[in-house]
């Protein structure tokens, strides 16, 4: 995906790597977007974000264990948690399931 962002010439190109999580009622659930780098950008360039999606960075821009795991603590876990999914207010567990492709870091 192209991605044009405020900035001087050289932030104007970023190649970047969208996860969508959806939930089975067809929900769409918070978005992440990965990004090349190491995430040293300028204030300007971080306040220009939707606060609605999810900004991690990866030299890469792909999905490796380490921003798996980050995806998890930011989007994941917390969408789980909206939805009902793990141990409730009554101490019940209510149990669910996440769907991926097999890629290691997936796992």
């Known amino acids: ?8 010439g050289s932030y104007t190109k970023r ?3 969208v996860v969508m999580l959806l939930r089975g009622d067809g929900l769409l659930c918070r978005l992440a977007v990965i990004f090349r780098g190491l ?5 300007a360039e971080k306040s220009s ?3 609605d999606i999810t900004v991690l960075w990866q030299p890469k ?3 490796n ?3 798996q795991l980050k995806y ?11 939805a009902g999914v793990g141990v409730g207010l009554s101490g019940r567990e209510v149990e669910g399931i996440a769907f991926s492709d097999n890629l290691t870091a997936h796992k």
């Open 65 to 67: 264990t380490t921003t």
């Open 61 to 63: 821009a792909w999905m």
């Open 39 to 43: 995430g040293k950008v300028n204030q």
């Open 1 to 8: 995906m192209h991605v044009s962002q405020p900035g001087s």
């Open 15 to 17: 190649f970047a790597t």
């Open 72 to 82: 998890d603590d930011a989007v994941l876990i917390p969408e789980l948690k909206k």
């Open 49 to 51: 974000y939707h606060p």
